[in-house]
Nanobody, 115 residues
Framework: QVRVVESGGGLVQPGDSLRLSCRAS????????VEWYRQTPGNQREWVAS????????MYADSVKGRFTISRDNAKNTAYLQMNSLKSDDTAVYFC????????WGQGTQVTVSS
């Protein structure tokens, strides 16, 4: 059974940092691309960042470039999203997606940035 589980969300103040984790099981994590998305109520999911299966290539949405860093540890079947200098606009549910021949989504983790 494949599972993708996000964790690490929470309530923080503007300017704070958070690190989200995405742990996958039941798949060969070392061959999947991992992507982070986020979604606010009434809106479509917005792509945030991607990392290649080997971790050598990463891409970011303009809205998070320079503040967020995506990484992965294939030995732990886990990807991360380090989020620094958080803004209220970053408030959303953050989802992890793994993709190769099949796509799997996690259930999401809530990030709230508020003073």
């Amino acid at each position: 059974q494949v599972r993708v589980v996000e964790s690490g969300g929470g309530l923080v103040q503007p300017g704070d940092s958070l690190r989200l984790s995405c742990r996958a099981s039941g798949i060969d994590f070392s061959i999947v691309t991992v992507e982070w998305y986020r979604q606010t109520p009434g809106n479509q999911r917005e792509w945030v960042a991607s990392i290649s299966f080997g971790g050598r290539s990463a891409m970011y949405a303009d809205s998070v470039k320079g503040r967020f860093t995506i990484s992965r540890d294939n030995a732990k079947n886990t990807a991360y999203l380090q989020m620094n200098s958080l803004k209220s606009d970053d408030t959303a549910v953050y989802f992890c997606k793994t993709l190769s021949t099949t796509t799997y989504w996690g259930q999401g983790t809530q990030v709230t940035v508020s003073s």
